[in-house]
């Protein structure tokens, strides 16, 4: 009897119980339940994936030059930076968290990096150090949104200041140069016709989805950003886990902000300005939720490449600067709005 | 005695401008039941999080088995075994199941989670709760309130825990889960362990408890180390410091014209047409196992979900509220169950949460608001409802349960409404409070308006209203009249067939 | 290749990449260069870098669109060597405008054809007409105060005002009488914003002169002047570019502090760099490896006729 | 015995009962209850107000010509842009919502009135056409988030880009000069030594801090912000409280953005960049919570104050810009710190 009800419930909550209204919907949905776990997510997300492909196809047919090798292997690599960031800053909302400081600490390990190196003609502690300060700042971050329950929007657009500011003391305000040769193989060596750059983007996206989705840390994430309170009685360290979400969150803009520096040639103070909110729309695009606890990496990768593929093709299509202000914003809204859509006929 | 295996020494927990719990010590055995008792505010909730180490004690400490601790996070309580299912779902909603359930200690090799080890465990507590066909794969916010707080139980049977503590478990849960509750709590006795109970419900502590304990205003009153010869009065004289006969305390009323007429309702939620009528002066009842759809139904007639067909008649009018705010302009209004996520702004102030309506009757100069008038409205109330709160400054969220209630239903009552909509009315309300809410009720009707009370709870429902309506599956199956409702019909007809 | 390049010459298309291109400046350097490949049967592909990996990918997007060289106002300057290294790879062609390249020894990249003004000469053109408008109303340098609005985390504002410094100091203002007032951006608001602490805190000064790295910005520290209920002849503020926002201070009824600005022509800028690199790409001839531009004073009196020198 | 019981607990209710601790303490907030409500509120916000206060007497003292009537006017100029736009973004904020298009805003009001002003001849029209501009923005914004319930800091990330790309469009890229000289009186019209964009300023502190604390509507917004299903079945027309607020906002940037024209004498569409995290900047440092629910005006106006004396006293140190950027990014983050330590010792 108790089975019975159980299984009555379960049925309403698929068929949204009633009116004769969307009964395929609800076979759809039950059908899926066959489906193995990856596909069903495929389907869910899936929204999304068909706006990408269809505006990949449509670019492809319309856009004269866009699906050429080059102008792909090119477009991949003026993603690598959002891409890369991408995926901590991931990890960062799905705790229900943002950081601001991302784009600073891009200038900030750049710089750091190119005059360590340049200093001790070494470029492996020139990375180490960059990388490692750039972590110091996340670990920062980390420490004043845990320890102190600051609210994380507020402490790191402080770090943002404090950090560019910082930049820009350690470079004197100029760009430093780099006498190391080594320094600029790291963002064109080359492998499989992809460089470096690109290569880590990928690793990254590998990475942190298998954190995310694969180990109990990940998991630990989107339960405290969907309710610390319960993660926290359920005895997860959140404070701990806080801290280090935001130290990776450091290194990878770390990692990213060195090989920015070494295929730029040059560590710039003022690079990368308001990158943080192309890195937070990208993940928004992606179905990551503002309030914590929902995530996923094909959704930030769709992201990205979204956002990569209409600022290619708008360059190509030669579009003026004004229109791709409207471009950029209408593309946002339109995909929010498709994403609210698509939620609320469910 | 000293041998417990609990012992509770003179805890003391301080919030600003409350003493939650002063000086409190008693202890529980192994292999026993130990219920916890006390108005709402007693203090109950926050010995719990003592024990759990959310609250950290301004002084005093725990001795289990004979090692002294003072808890500074979950972590430490955790790793002494001690588990407590809280009063407020902990949930994370958008994970699964299997995950909520183990949550902070998610199987794992080299912090790879282990899927195959999480999904068995994960079915084998399920069938443990009597929720076997619950697919560990759902995600936790499409459950029902119910559903969830079984899920917090399994948390705890998985942390294998030498004290288990109960916080008012079966405020929001069905008949057959309630059963399976207490054949859990059973067991857990039986396999000894230290059981922790805190209900408001007095049959619970004469079926399942071994001994009780009994608070108030954060004293320590007594504790019945047997059950043995210990009275329901007695017992509620002790935690009221007053004498109540009986707490439904049932009055005939005169019962006018039709005031609320709904006629063939349907929409989300309630799948077949429903009719049914209520009377000035009428207590209505809707009875039905969790899910039924009462509050879907009573969320059609109040204008927070939009009805797919039928009509409502207020005095005869009819009507089609666009949102809830037409509908309380047209003097029905809703308490709705989930306090937290649907009642209470939890920042805000008590007065704040009280007056959120009906400050528009108290405006000056047409546009700009009387907070004189406010606070006194806002402290009568306090005074009427006995509403524990140190102020009416006091943000709402650091009262206990049962008061909070207590507003939302004084924010209804300073309003000129017609039919008051309870779902849930009584849910996590202590003894003395509910005899409180069950008065007003009856002098709200006999004022010539109209209450719905939604209610789970078989003989609050049976006991306090005039007709009842039971539901089943989205659909309304009866109405039965209060001289033949008695608690096995009713759930006759709840049950599926 | 370039000989393949060169004969197919009707198919040329070239980039013209800009560091800001939201900026009046910038615009009028992409159109005139637009407006001169349709005369000429060109094809110019406008395109933004803000920074360096936005230079970078528009470099990728030319080459994807076949493109056989490219325009550049690099958003530093030091990012030469890497822009060079991918045109090279590209086997692209470029000539750069307004701010030109440094190598890695810190000297001007002198194979990549330049043709622009110096922002230390423009910035000694702005000093000389302070000084001399100075002396023309008779004030004693010793007490004329100068109000510095710096940004030194762009080299080129620092360049020019820098060589306002300089000269204003060789006229015979005391280095004293200098004060620095640092904006964070380049608008008027953040220009007055950045001048009114400095005002306040040398009140004693009864003349002022006013220079930034653009009209903007010294406009702001007149707008916090007349604030301070300086008069328009107790001021003297010399910008430069020759914008709309020029335009409009000098079209106003009466005179303000807002004594002129060294107006560049970006149309010639843009005009004529397009130009040296369509020769490069069809006649194979290189252009010459700094080709210098100067600036016209525009003042109140001068400003129409100025403006339709320079085609702007 | 009852009587005397609840004596008692009434008793320990205000002596927070027993131990040693804090008996200070409870005879201090005994005697707080004596105080009139207006200056209980000053007491409670007491934190904040002292910090200014100390800071605005460390700066009168160490700083030269920082405590000088001109200065202080001056300050009080400089602060008008970001003080005005913060007494809607307070709003905003307590409704649990964001909004970053309010720089974008004020750019595109301003071009707006500067050209339909020079174009029609008639100030009274190119403000008010300028005004409905803005407010509509703000509208637009309001039903994004309200009717379709987007993220806000995603429909005004997007509105952001694409209003500033229609103030670039509208101006095509160059300032805006203006013909008509009566737009000039708008900014420099002065009453009592005081110019009307501070007046302005003064009016909207003075009116917002009614609307908030004075009227069923702003209760009603911080009851919304609170909790949003709650206020809506509370009987609060919730959609058109969102939609009413942010249509403020954008009514409110436009008029600072007008009146920033006026004062700069040309319409600028570069203008303002970044004003909106200076905006959320000095909400936050006055207390206004950024998950909604908490706000006053009292600690926006300290806020507002806090930054601009910050700003101007670096001027007049002439503090080099690099280390500008340490000093904002250190008291953004130590005015929250502070604000945490009070919290957590209360
Ligand atoms: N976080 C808090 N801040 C301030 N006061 C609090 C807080 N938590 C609880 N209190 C106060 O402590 C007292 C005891 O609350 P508690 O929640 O323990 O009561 P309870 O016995 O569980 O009541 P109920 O039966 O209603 O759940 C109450 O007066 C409550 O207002
Ligand atoms: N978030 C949700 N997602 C999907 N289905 C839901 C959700 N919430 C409720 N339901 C379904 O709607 C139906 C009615 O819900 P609900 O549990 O509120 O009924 P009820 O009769 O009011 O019970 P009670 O008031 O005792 O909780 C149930 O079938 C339930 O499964
Ligand atoms: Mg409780
Ligand atoms: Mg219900």
Redesign the pocket.
Known sequence: MSAQKSTDSALLTDTSCGSTSNDGEASTSERRRGLPKALRTLLDTSGLIAVFVLLFAALSLFVPDFLTGRNIVGLLLSVTLIGTIATTMMMVLALGEVDLSVASIVAFAGVVAAMVTSSTGSVAIGVLVGVVAAGAVGAFNGLVVARFGVNSLIATLAAMEFIRGLAYITSGGDAVMITEPGFFDLGSASFLGLTLPVWVMLASFVIFGVLLNQTAFGRNVLATGGNAEASRLAGVNVRRLKIIVFTLQGVVAGIAGILLTSRMGLGDPNTSMGLELAVISACVLGGVSLSGGVASITGVVIGVLIMGCVQNAMGLLNVPTFYQYLVRGGILLLAVLFDRWKQSRR | MDNAYLRVEGITVE??G?C?LDNISFSANTGEVHALM??????????LKVLSGVNRPSSGALWINDERHVFTNARQALAQGVAIIY?ELTLAPNLSVAENLMLGQLPAHAGFIDRRALQLRAMQILKELGEENMNPATKVRELSIGQQQMIEIGRALLRNARIIAF??PTSSLSIQEIRHLKRIVKRLRDEGRVVLY?T?RMEEVFEMCDAVTV?RD?QHICTHTTMEGLDQDTLVSEMVGRRIEDVYGYRLRPQGEVLLDVDALAGPGVRAPVSFNVRRGEVFGLFGLVGAGRSELMRLVCGADKPATGTVRLDGKVQHFASPGEAIRAGIAMCPEDRKSQGIFPVASVADNLNISCRRFFKRFGFLRNPSREVSNANDYIKQLSI??PHHRTPI???????QQKVIIARWLSEEIEVFVMDEPTR?I?VGARRDIYTLLYDLTEHGKSVVVISSDLAEISSICDRIGVMRDGQLVDIVNRDEATPERLLGLALPA | ANAVQAADADEVKIGFIVKKPEQAWFINEQSAATELGEQEGFEVVRLAGEDGQKVLSAIDNLHSQGAQGFVICPPDVRLGPAIMNRAKQYNMKVVTVDDQFIGSDGKPLADVPHLGMSSYKIGQQVGQAIAEEAKRRGWNLEEVAALRISNNELPTAKARTDGATEVLLQAGLPEANVFDSPQQNTDTGSGFAAATPVLSKNSAFEHWVIYAINEESVLGGVRASEQYGLNADQVIGVGVNGSGAAFAEFSRDKPTGFYGTVAVSSTAHGRESAQNLYQWITTDTKPPANTETSGKLMTRDNWQQVRQELGL
Do not use: I, R
């Open positions: 919030f600003p409350v939650a006390g108005e709402n505010g007693a203090g109950k909730s926050t010995l009063q916080d008012e805190v408001h608070f954060g524990k709160t969220s650091s009262l206990s349960g049962g008061n996590g202590d």
